[in-house]
């Protein structure tokens, strides 16, 4: 059988790099800067969404306009599945796009980025169509500059950064926002004369907020003049299904400049005290933030950040320049010059779903996606461990991170709630709990142990020895946890299950929730199973298991052994690791006698005390034994030849999730026929591991150039259709980005 430490996303021979900073440090950054140089050379124009999209010069001179970010929003409260792809980064809970043609109209005179997008703790919303309007006039004849008559506008995204540029009237103004801390946006407007005379200008700010049509929603935010510009404050809401705010939620600009700002009804206006003077050839630049906080001490734990990066932005400049310049570099070094764009475009994915810690998250999250409602706010187990062992690759930290944010919510034996379910992590964990009223933080179930394999793939990729020893109880308490509350046969092939919860108050709702843990929620194999209470030596029920053992979670746990073992001998503990071995080599008798089917020659759900449940059909599951490296070769060929057949899983678009010729197969069926990337790759590392290096390229240029917009700016999908390629459910989707990163490695 092939070694496992070719298992996983570690196919390639990666050399572990060095654990790069999670952000920069409080970015000290200069309110305004003049000074007489020579004037840029116009940026190229031609881009057909309103805008030039410069390919050239900088860092990241072929890394514009990664995604379509262009557009602005309809109403405060986006679709389930939002249409517009936002921007953010450094884990900040607010996001912004770029301006389309279509949507000049909410500009006026002036320049804008849309948004911001921010998260009302667990719902994204939006605050305006673009609350921070900058506009010119022009002091000398008292008219404004309108920087619509700019007839080649240029509006881009780059790597860490958004940027407008204008020429209109012999000024160039060039808008440039970016992070300088995980609450506060950099804002600058640089303007230069590039005409034979002087020119004196006053700037201004302007913004217009957009309501929801409902309440409490619609009167909850109220705009404040300051001292500095303009605050918005949110009115305590606690609406657990769609929106939520403390009281002292906030949303504030501050300028560089002084400033006298005016508000009506929902309408402000900001105006700079002091215009400014420009010889021809000089440039100023005009300075502020945009700052989101959830509550008073992170205002003023954030207050350094803004003060810096009023001070000095080029030195924000410099650093997100630096931080995103060392994500490249360690994310694209082992992927072909030619697909450079869509690896970074799935690094921006991630970042973009970053979130800092906020009320229960107390570490640094990756999310599913900012622009799927129901995504946003929170973060997911299996979801986590597989986001992090590509985040390893460019930000080490983050990654680590992300995997300890679940392991704070660990259930302990002194849990109120649940001491029978010591060991377990949550499926789902958000800023609030179940307990103070959300909806979305889910302890019904957990899901798939994959976080030992995560855990060693961060430390490989970047991490350090105090991270495993961090660790290690936490994963041997979890393992334990598997057999003790899933095993109702007690024979050591584990089942899918749910834990006791009020809302498990019935077969059905338990079965729902075992298949949850799954993480296939509605695939075929979990149709109609029944679903048994597992009970303590004293009659206790302490949970409930699906009335079949799973191939994919017992080979996962087969993996898992072997990764603990590794991490055992590494810090020292021999006999555990000989232990944890001995049961693998048990485990992987038991899973190639009693989940593979000689006469179909696949691997599937063994049914209780029988065989392979080979009346579900074959789904993408009966891959991950070659992944785990639990297959004889055999096996291994049996299932190549179902994953290589037109068929079966070789659809226009390969990998799908359930056999094409399964009765139950629906391509728009979630797990019931869409191509999920992450089991894809799964399948795919198998196949490379048993020495189908040739499938697996071929498999994998495939699901690259077929899945819609994959390659291009579109937004990586959740999954996508089978037989069209077409990209399905939530957008610019973590987990599919980290597999991508993966994909486009190898490929």
Not at 434 to 450: C, F
Not at 525 to 542: E, I, L, P, S, Y
Request: glycine share 8%.
């Amino acid at each position: 059988m092939p070694d496992i430490s070719r298992r996983g996303f570690t196919a390639l021979s990666l050399v572990p790099v060095g654990a790069s900073a999670l952000s920069a440090a409080p970015a000290h950054a200069a309110s305004h800067a003049t000074g007489t140089d020579t004037p840029k050379p116009r940026e190229a124009a031609g881009n057909p969404h309103g805008g030039g999209n410069p390919h050239g010069g900088g860092p990241h001179g072929d890394l514009t306009d990664l995604l379509d970010l262009r557009g602005f929003p309809a109403a405060a409260k986006p679709p389930e599945n939002n249409p517009l792809n936002a921007f953010a980064d450094l884990g900040a809970w607010h996001a912004y796009g770029l301006p389309d043609t279509g949507g000049r109209r909410h500009l006026g005179t002036g320049l804008a980025f849309s948004g911001p997008l921010y998260l009302a703790e667990e719902y994204p919303w939006y605050l305006s169509r673009a609350f921070t309007r900058f506009g010119l006039t022009d002091e000398r004849t008292g008219k404004r500059v309108d920087l619509r008559d700019d007839p080649t506008p240029s509006a881009y995204s780059a790597p860490g950064r958004l940027t407008q540029q204008r020429t209109v009237s012999e000024l160039e103004i060039t808008l440039t926002l970016r992070y300088a801390s995980d609450r506060t946006a950099s804002v600058t407007a640089e303007v230069r004369n590039h005409g034979t005379g002087p020119r004196t200008v006053r700037a201004d700010w302007s913004g217009t907020l957009l309501r929801h049509t409902e309440e409490p929603v619609r009167s909850a935010p109220r705009l404040t003049a300051t001292g500095t510009g303009v605050a918005v404050r949110f009115a305590r809401v606690r609406d657990y299904d769609q929106y939520l705010t403390t009281g002292q939620t906030r949303f504030e600009v501050r300028h560089a400049d002084a400033v006298d700002t005016t508000v009506h009804a929902d309408r402000y206006r900001t105006t700079a005290r002091r215009p400014r003077r420009l010889a021809p050839g000089e440039r100023t630049v005009f300075t502020w933030t945009e700052s989101y906080t959830f509550t008073e001490a992170e205002r003023l734990a954030d207050a350094e950040a803004v003060r810096s990066a009023l001070d000095r932005p080029e030195r924000v400049a410099a650093r997100a320049e630096d931080r995103w310049a060392d994500y490249l570099k360690r994310a694209l070094a082992h992927v072909p010059p030619a697909r450079r764009r869509p690896a970074a475009k799935a690094v921006q994915t991630l970042l973009t779903n970053w979130r800092s810690p906020a009320g229960l998250l107390r570490k640094d999250v990756l999310t599913p996606s900012l622009t799927y409602t129901g995504f946003a706010g929170g973060a997911w187990a299996w979801d986590s461990w597989k986001e992090a062992v590509s985040t390893a690759l460019f930000a080490p930290r983050l990654a680590a991170q992300a995997i300890e944010a679940m392991f704070d919510h660990q259930i302990t034996e002194d849990s109120a709630q649940r001491p029978q379910d010591a060991g377990m992590i949550p499926d789902a964990v958000f800023y609030n709990n179940t307990r103070q009223g959300s909806i979305n933080w889910n302890e019904r179930n957990s899901k798939p142990p994959l976080a030992t394999w995560a855990v060693w793939e961060v430390y490989r990729r970047g991490g350090d020895a105090a991270f495993l020893r961090r660790m290690y109880p936490k994963l041997t308490a979890y393992h334990a946890w598997w057999y003790r509350n899933r095993d109702h046969d007690g024979n050591a092939l584990i089942e899918y299950g749910a834990t006791v919860d009020a809302a498990n108050d019935s077969a059905q709702a338990r079965r729902a929730a075992a298949a949850w843990e799954s993480g296939m929620d509605n695939a075929p194999r979990f149709d109609d199973v029944a679903v048994a209470a597992n009970k303590d030596a004293d009659g206790t029920t302490v949970g409930y298991s699906l009335r079949q053992e799973s191939v994919d979670l017992n080979c996962y746990l087969y993996a898992e052994k072997q990764y603990l073992a590794r991490i055992a001998r590494l810090l020292g503990r021999p006999a555990e690791a000989d232990r944890l071995m001995r049961e693998r080599r048990q485990l992987g008798k038991d899973i190639r006698t009693h989940m593979y089917d000689r006469r179909t020659r696949f691997f599937y759900d063994r049914a209780p005390g029988g065989g392979p449940r080979t009346d579900a059909g074959k789904g993408i599951e009966g891959a991950v034994p070659l992944w785990a490296g639990a297959a004889t070769t055999r096996q291994a060929a049996g299932v190549r030849s179902a994953l290589t057949d037109d068929a079966q899983f070789a659809t226009p678009l390969p990998l799908p999730t359930v056999s094409r010729d399964n009765p139950a197969f629906d391509p728009h069926g979630y797990w019931r026929g869409l191509v999920w990337l992450d089991q894809a790759y799964f399948a795919l590392v198998g196949l490379r591991a048993y020495g189908y290096h040739r499938d697996a390229h071929r498999i994998t240029e495939r699901l690259l150039t077929h899945a819609r917009g994959l390659l291009g700016e579109g937004p990586i999908h959740e999954n996508y259709d089978p037989l069209t390629g077409e990209g399905r459910n939530a957008s610019n989707f973590s987990w599919s980005a980290a597999a991508l990163l993966e994909l486009l490695r190898m490929s």
